[in-house]
């Protein structure tokens, strides 16, 4: 017995040590692929014929399929593993897609499986070496919270791109339900065709706010992304003003999620 769970430690530490060296050089590429990406990739695509609109899918495309390659990076080097359940069912014509925001890669695995995303990100990305070619050339949407934004972001379901929200701003604290603002309401009001909610479970967590990349826990994590119904914001914009109507998806949301995420 003393044997066997000797022999089990072992595993135990050096299956540790694998998946911390594997998350490191995941980051060390993802940093690196951003580099390739700005500086050849995306230039070279950008140098190909098309008008602005064929660039930009071209750019996202690029993307999308850099993100895949990462997310089979990590999959198969064990440092993680995951189910992405209605996956098929994303990537619509004005579909605004919202989901919860528990770690640091939500928006990897969504990006790696829509080839033609816009996405609101943070401001900072702007200013990251590393992101700022990429979030240029792709054409996403700063969140800097000017009211500017959410009718950029409307205009974009308007025009019939799919937009990626997540309604919380920032990534979950963990072991806290999620807390949405209202401004991804009121820019599916404004301009979606149908709302797509994405359920996301990390267990363990990990990545999650203000955690450093090499905190990973003591075993594989499992991320799980579940498609749900889709919603009609004609329901809510229906004999209520913009106020009211945003404020009652909202709280419809926050309270879908909290249900689903509770039931995962």
Same mark, same amino acid.
């Given at each position: 017995? +003393?044997?066997?769970a000797n022999s089990v430690r072992r595993f135990s530490a050096g299956n540790y040590v694998w998946r911390l060296l594997a998350t490191g050089a995941s980051f060390?590429? @993802?940093?690196?692929?951003?580099?390739?990406?700005?500086l050849i990739l995306l230039p070279l695509l950008g140098l190909l014929p098309g008008d602005t609109r064929t660039r930009r899918q071209r750019a996202r495309a690029a993307i999308s %399929? &850099?993100? *895949?390659?990462h997310v089979q990076f990590m999959y198969r080097s064990g440092v993680l593993e995951y189910v992405f359940e209605g996956a098929e #069912?994303?990537?619509?014509?004005?579909?605004?897609?919202? &989901?919860?925001?528990? !770690?640091?890669? +939500?928006?990897?695995?969504l990006i790696a499986h829509i080839r033609d995303a816009n996405c609101i990100v943070k401001q900072s990305m702007w200013r990251n070496p590393?992101?700022?070619? $990429?979030?240029?050339?792709? /054409? *996403?949407? !700063?969140? +800097?919270?000017?009211?500017?934004?959410?009718?950029?972001?409307? +205009? &974009?379901?308007?025009?019939?791109?799919?937009?990626?929200? @997540?309604?919380?701003?920032t990534r979950t604290t963990p072991n806290r339900a999620p807390i949405f603002h209202r401004g991804a309401a009121a820019i599916a009001l404004r301009g979606a065709r149908t709302i797509t909610?994405? @359920?996301?479970?990390?267990?363990?967590?990990?990545l999650t %706010?203000?955690? $450093?990349?090499?905190?990973?826990? &003591? #075993? #594989?994590?499992?991320?799980?992304l579940r498609v749900g119904k889709d919603i009609d914001p004609n329901t809510f914009n229906a004999q209520a003003a913009?106020?009211?109507?945003? #404020?009652?998806?909202?709280?419809?949301?926050? /309270?879908? @999620?909290l249900r689903e995420l509770a039931s995962s």
């Open positions: 017995m +003393d044997l066997a060390a590429l @993802f940093g690196l692929g951003g580099l390739l990406l700005r %399929k &850099a993100f *895949y390659l #069912r994303l990537g619509c014509p004005g579909q605004m897609i919202i &989901a919860n925001h528990p !770690s640091l890669i +939500d928006v990897v695995f590393f992101t700022r070619g $990429p979030v240029c050339r792709a /054409q *996403y949407i !700063s969140n +800097d919270g000017s009211p500017d934004m959410l009718e950029q972001a409307a +205009d &974009a379901l308007r025009e019939g791109e799919t937009l990626i929200v @997540f309604p919380e701003g909610p994405v @359920f996301i479970s990390v267990k363990p967590t990990t %706010k203000a955690e $450093p990349w090499y905190r990973i826990p &003591a #075993r #594989r994590v499992k991320i799980t913009m106020p009211i109507a945003s #404020r009652r998806l909202n709280e419809h949301l926050h /309270q879908l @999620f």
